[in-house]
């Protein structure tokens, strides 16, 4: 199977729509946001969401009035590299407005110079993996039947039965995994 068909192609996953829990919104999460003053946090484990969020929230955020800038922080960035990032983070000025994916990467200091460069713009959302450095305007969850409705979504048909369940506690709920599994079994 060539790789621009396979159904669990990385721009398939990117285009599926970030699925709420039931009774909330994109609408709901902004209202909660500028209630916090547009600071706050996307909460998750890995491949649960909170990138997704952040890159279809980016237009809602741009349609305000804001200039979402985004700087995405991972594991195999060094120490140097996180000061690059907070040295730009540093020059932005409101109607800027942060969107830092991996605060959890940050250390105290780092931390602390991320608050003080946040104060000139005009939001600051971050994505970590537990509850603490800003107020959580949104918890991503995910389970074995949001995985299932996803692999509907994209094949048009259902994963055998159990086989969500199985892939869920294989990569202990990590979507992004999950996907990347799916799409091996597709391409062999």
Known sequence: MKAR?????????????YRFPPGDDW?????????????????GPHGSGKTTVLTQLEPLLVSRGFRPRRVTLRAPDTQAERQQAL????????????????????????????QSAAA???????????????QTVLS???TPALLEELV????????????????????????????SDLYDRYAG
């Not at 999460?29 to 600071?39: A, D, F, P, S, V």
């Not at 959302?125 to 537990?130: E, F, V, Y």
């Open 5 to 17: 068909n396979n159904p669990f192609a990385s721009e398939r996953i990117e285009a599926l729509a």
């Open 27 to 43: 609408q709901r999460l902004l209202g909660r946001l500028e209630t916090l003053g547009w600071r706050g946090a996307l909460v």
């Open 87 to 114: 040295a730009s983070i540093a020059t932005m000025r409101a109607p800027d407005f942060i969107i830092l994916d991996g605060a959890e990467m940050l250390t105290t200091r780092q931390w602390l110079s991320l």
């Open 120 to 134: 000139a713009c005009a939001g600051c959302l971050i994505t970590q993996h537990r509850t603490g450095r800003l």
């Open 140 to 142: 991503c969850e995910v």
């Open 152 to 179: 509907q979504e994209l094949c048009e048909a259902s994963l055998p039965e159990g086989e969500a369940a199985r892939l869920f506690a294989r990569y202990h709920g990590n979507l992004r995994e999950c996907f």
